[in-house]
Structures are given as C-alpha cells and as structure tokens.
C-alpha cells in the first residue's frame, strides 16, 4: 500500500490541486490539519475556505484520512466543518478506520481521548509528540507531551505517527525517540506549488 501523507496546505490552492492530479499514484492521502490560512490575506475568509476544502475533498473521491489543526478552528474552538463532512472515503476526528487491514486513527487537535486510538497502526495528529526531532526547532520543542507519554507508557503503540504543525523541524522523520514507532513530518513550503509530503510504503 503506497500512502502520501502531507500537512499545513495552508489554504494554497496550487498544492491541492497537485494533490488532486497526482492522487491515483497513492492508495490513500493522509493530511495532518491546518487546511486554512486564518491569516491569509486572499478574498477567501474562514467559511468560504472551508467550504472549498470540504468539496474538494468530496470530489476527490479517494480514501483521505484527515485531522484538524489549530488553523482549521472556529471562533469558540470546534472544528463542525471538517467533522460533519458525510463520505464513506473520509475519515476525521476521533474515528478510526481499517483500510487494506491497517487501522488509521484521527486525533483532533483539542478534545481528543488518546486511549480512543488503542490498537491503531497508524495514528494521524497535528501536533507531533515532544521531545522529538519532528517537534523540534533549532530553539524550541513545539511537540505534545500528553501524546510523548501515551508512548512512552503504551498505552497506544502505532507503528507510524503521521504530523505536522512545525514547518522546518530538525528532522523530518524520527524513529529513536520511541522504537518501534516511526513518526513523520513532511514539514511545510507555504508558498511553494508543491506540498512538502513523503510516501509511505506497508
């Protein structure tokens, strides 16, 4: 199974659609949030760019697992629009799904119980877990130390960990911190026509 798994698209147009051309070379696309620019200084506001995400994933018409991130939030914090999305090809927020005998898990980027995704082989976050180089800057570590201490402890042990959130990590892959645990973040251009992503093959 071939799996592209890219993050922070950042509302730029170009980089969905080169998802939207190049998405038959992949069994299934992973987006880990921020699908809008709340700072965007296009004619788009909040509603309308969520409605364009909402339909292009629909007509997508391809298995997509996706979760939010903090751009992707409403004024009071929730996250309807990506949520209440009815496809039987997308998979969001605090649901799992066995897709070709792998489980995906989505965590949201608030309100999510991680002992939800026990038993997930691949596990979709915004925010990658701390104390890792996907989480890391040269200054600062922006990981989630909750999501550090669901592995450190098993009490969720995926085989992969898909993220994003922090555009120029020190690594874009990390496998030491946790064994057995790959955990991936493609990283972002936000002005690029490519989306940073990587391809996964199980």
């Known amino acids: 199974m071939n799996i592209l ?6 509302f730029n147009l170009e980089q969905f659609r080169w998802l939207e051309k190049h998405k038959e070379s992949y069994d299934c696309l992973c987006l880990t949030g921020d699908f809008l620019d709340k ?3 296009q004619l788009y506001q909040f509603q309308q760019q969520a409605d364009w995400v909402c339909k292009w994933m629909l007509d997508l018409n391809k298995q997509i697992f996706v979760c939010s991130g903090n751009h992707d939030l ?4 929730e996250c309807d629009w990506l949520n209440n999305i009815k496809s039987s090809k997308i998979c969001s927020d605090n649901k799992t799904q066995l897709f070709n005998e792998i489980k995906f898990g989505c965590i949201p980027y608030l309100g999510g119980n991680l002992s939800d995704f026990y038993g997930c082989d691949i596990l979709l976050t915004h925010i990658p877990p701390s ?3 996907t989480a890391r800057t040269m200054r ?3 990981g989630d130390k909750e999501l550090s201490r669901a592995l450190k402890d098993r009490s969720i042990t995926p085989r992969y960990i898909f993220c994003g959130h922090v555009e120029k990590p ?3 892959i990390d496998n030491k911190k946790f ?3 790959e955990i991936i973040n493609p990283g972002a251009e936000r002005g690029a026509s490519v989306p940073n992503h990587k391809i996964i093959v199980i």
């Open 74 to 77: 409403d004024e009071v914090g």
């Open 179 to 181: 064994p057995g645990v």
């Open 131 to 133: 104390k890792t180089d």
């Open 140 to 142: 600062q570590d922006f």
């Open 5 to 10: 798994v890219t993050c922070d698209l950042h």
């Open 39 to 41: 700072h965007s200084d």
């Open 170 to 172: 020190l690594a874009n």
